[in-house]
Nanobody, 127 residues
């Protein structure tokens, strides 16, 4: 069974930093593209960042580009999201997700393109 467990969320002041982690199990993590999404109260889930199965070609939402960094550690079955210069509008529940296609050289931005989702971790940025 595919399991994705996000952690590292919390309460931080605007301008601060957090590092999220997604621990993966139940599948061959190194073979699959993976990404981060977020959902604020009353809003649709939106793309944040993604990488290919090798961890290459990171792609970011315009709203986080230059502030967030995604990284895939295939040796540790872990996906990370380093978030710097946080803003109040970054407040949301953050999810990691993986696509059921092996060796994909694309980094996917659409929620519909992912098949497995973790439970999420809350990030709250106070202004």
């Amino acid at each position: 069974e595919v399991q994705l467990q996000a952690s590292g969320g919390g309460l931080v002041q605007a301008g601060g930093s957090l590092r999220l982690s997604c621990a993966a199990s139940g599948f061959t993590f190194r073979d699959y593209a993976i990404g981060w999404f977020r959902q604020a109260p009353g809003k649709e889930r939106q793309f944040v960042a993604a990488v290919t199965w090798t961890g290459a070609s990171p792609t970011y939402a315009d709203s986080v580009k230059g502030r967030f960094t995604i990284s895939k550690n295939n040796a540790r079955n872990t996906l990370s999201l380093q978030m710097n210069a946080l803003k109040a509008e970054d407040t949301a529940v953050y999810f990691c997700a993986t696509k059921d296609v092996r060796y994909s050289s694309s980094a996917y931005r659409g929620t519909y393109e992912y098949h497995h989702w973790g439970q999420g971790t809350q990030v709250t940025v106070s202004s």
